[in-house]
């Protein structure tokens, strides 16, 4: 079934926009974790940004998806956790984790979605990424999240 973006979501009342999160969610085929990843990527990509949301290394103070679709404020950090969530939701068997990426060289710090331990999500905005270099990068945070959700 393709699924229908509806980036109006970010703009609805609260109820609302949980409703819609749950309408998208349930709509995913997840039998191809490529076109997952992709579509999940759009419908985050959208959400209004502020500039700090979450601390991206501290798991037990983040919100629950419920929580952050309802309040709205979303950060580069958090739009990872909203797309782990996503996925989780959607189909918890799918490797999903959440890494904090340090890249000294270029200045980056940013957690990101690790879906199927090859499908990096949040690292580039829009797109799938790959893990970085190892010489160039490193994680400080990893954890799944089967053991994040509450």
Known sequence: MEQQLNHRAWYESPSKRLSMWREFRNGLDTKNTVEVCETVIKWWISAPLVNIAID??????????????HQGDFC????????????????????????????PDT????????IDNKHLLNF?????????????????YRSKVKNIVK
């Open 107 to 114: 200045s980056v710090q940013k957690l990101c979605a690790l």
């Open 56 to 69: 991206p290394v501290n798991s037990d103070q983040w919100p629950t998806p419920w929580e952050m679709l």
């Open 124 to 140: 580039d905005h829009g797109r799938i990424s790959t893990l970085p270099d190892e010489k160039k990068c490193f994680i400080s």
């Open 76 to 103: 580069n950090n958090s739009l990872a956790l909203g797309m782990a969530y996503t996925i989780y939701y959607a189909n918890p068997d799918i490797e999903n984790e959440l890494v904090y990426i340090t890249c």
